[in-house]
């Protein structure tokens, strides 16, 4: 008969073996490495939702202080090595910042024909579509919910697989009771009459999409052009072609709004450039017939000649607060400036703007934006310098003390756009991915 001493001696010596094997993995972990983006990850590291690093011990192959040839390609690369479950990354599995960057991984499918950007999409979407076709992310009563529907789309015109158009369709019906303003501006979410200028791109990247790939195009091209123009109406400053940041139809029931226009204070740089992005995407897809195009072509135009006029001389990027920049405290902004480069680029790509005129414009803008780059230590890219997660704020005060700090998720995304429209990376043997 064993004794009880015995079992728990026995019992003593597997766990402090397997403690052992604990260790020894620890220091010489085995890696799990994928050839095509040299990603190294330690398989015994789980995640760390909402940090800016991502798998602590992921290592990339790119050399701290060497030159990078493509940024957008290292950057791509560092999401997908800091987040191999993208549900993992942000404050919620499911938000905009994935469809955010899902737009620039698909650009730089097209580019490179390098299909690891389109798997690491699929991987993420479907964690949310069933094989039904049933979509099991957050409720689509929030324009921010809706803009990662757009890479749904995206992957129903590379597969052509049924049950993401079926998801999609869900993404198109949420429109169709979604709460708006008197004048027909959708609110940003269902519970309150606010609407922000970044919600114009929440909802319209994924209506010019479906619009262009799937159908309903009548109402999805004359929904988008709606939302801009009425966003105009509002939001748009005396006398220029900048934009503030929100307006509501209940003044009284925020801080941030003046009680009698409504309106928030301030012109924000990411505010601005979510418009800037959403509105050049428009012309890019819409029919240069469609009766709305020549106005919305007009507010692209006075846009494009204010913020040439707005960048800062010196360093090529734009303010945090875009016409301010003399005042105390303000600084450059990178996400603003990556947006606004992507902006202006399209244009002088789909000859809306002169070449001539505006390719100086980018070209000091791009130099502006890698500067906010570096490889750390581990060979990851980080992007130094961005405001992460701002909201409408009350005043300029509050707007330019916001927190800066390393990787903010949109700064990264801005980032990723600013860097693939104008780098365009081609498939080359010796890319490092």
């Known amino acids: 008969m064993i004794n009880k001493n015995t079992v728990v001696l026995s019992r003593l010596i597997m766990v ?10 620890a220091q010489n972990p085995i890696p799990l490495k ?3 983006s040299s990603v190294v990850i330690v398989n015994n590291i789980k995640p760390r ?3 800016s690093q991502g798998l602590p011990n992921t290592r990339l192959h ?3 202080g060497k030159p990078v040839k493509y940024w957008s390609l290292a950057t791509a690369a560092s999401i997908m090595a800091r987040y191999p479950d993208y549900r993992e990354a942000y404050w919620k599995p499911w938000s905009y910042v994935q469809g955010y960057m899902f737009h620039s991984f698909e650009m730089l499918y097209r580019l490179t024909g390098d299909r690891q950007y389109m798997d690491f999409i699929k991987k993420y979407i479907d964690n949310f579509v069933d094989e039904q076709g049933n979509f099991h992310g957050d409720k689509l009563t929030n324009l921010d919910n809706i803009m990662t529907g757009n890479s749904i789309v995206g992957l129903y015109e590379y597969t052509k697989d049924n049950r993401y158009k079926i998801a ?3 993404f198109r019906k949420a429109f169709d009771t979604y709460p708006r303003s008197a004048d027909g501006q959708f609110w940003h979410g269902d519970k309150s009459p606010n609407m922000w200028i970044d919600g114009v791109f929440m909802g319209q990247m994924f209506l010019i999409r479906y619009g262009k790939s799937i159908g309903d195009t009548g109402y999805c091209f004359d929904e988008a052009a709606r939302q801009v123009l009425v966003c105009a109406k509002h939001l748009r400053k005396e006398n220029s072609g900048l934009y503030l940041h929100a307006w509501t139809e209940k003044p009284e029931s925020v801080k941030w709004a003046d009680p009698k226009t409504g309106l928030s204070p301030e012109v924000w740089s990411e505010g601005m450039g ?9 012309l890019a897809e819409m029919p240069q017939t469609h009766p709305k195009y020549n106005e919305i072509k007009n507010i692209y135009l006075e846009m494009a000649a204010d913020l040439k006029k707005q960048q800062d001389k010196k360093t090529g990027g734009w303010y945090m607060i875009v016409d301010k920049g003399n005042h105390p405290d303000n600084w450059i902004d990178p996400s603003g400036t990556g947006m606004f480069l992507y902006a202006l680029q399209k244009g002088i790509e789909l000859n809306l703007i002169s070449h001539r005129e505006y390719n100086p414009v980018v070209k000091k803008a791009y130099k502006c934006l890698i500067s906010f780059a570096k490889i750390n230590e581990r060979g990851l890219v980080d992007i130094e310098g961005g405001g ?5 704020k009350p005043d300029y005060e509050t ?7 390393t990787n903010a998720k949109e700064t990264v995304g801005a980032f990723l756009w600013g860097t693939t429209i104008m780098e365009k990376p081609k498939k080359e043997p010796g890319n490092k991915i």
Do not use: C, K
């Open 16 to 25: 402090l073996a397997l403690l052992n094997l604990m260790i020894s993995n």
């Open 34 to 36: 994928n050839s095509q």
């Open 49 to 51: 939702r909402g940090t």
């Open 62 to 64: 790119y050399t701290p």
């Open 168 to 170: 999609a369709d869900q």
């Open 274 to 282: 979510w418009f800037a992005l959403v509105v050049a995407e428009l």
């Open 388 to 392: 992460d997660g701002i909201s409408v």
């Open 399 to 405: 707007y330019v003390h916001y927190n800066r700090t």
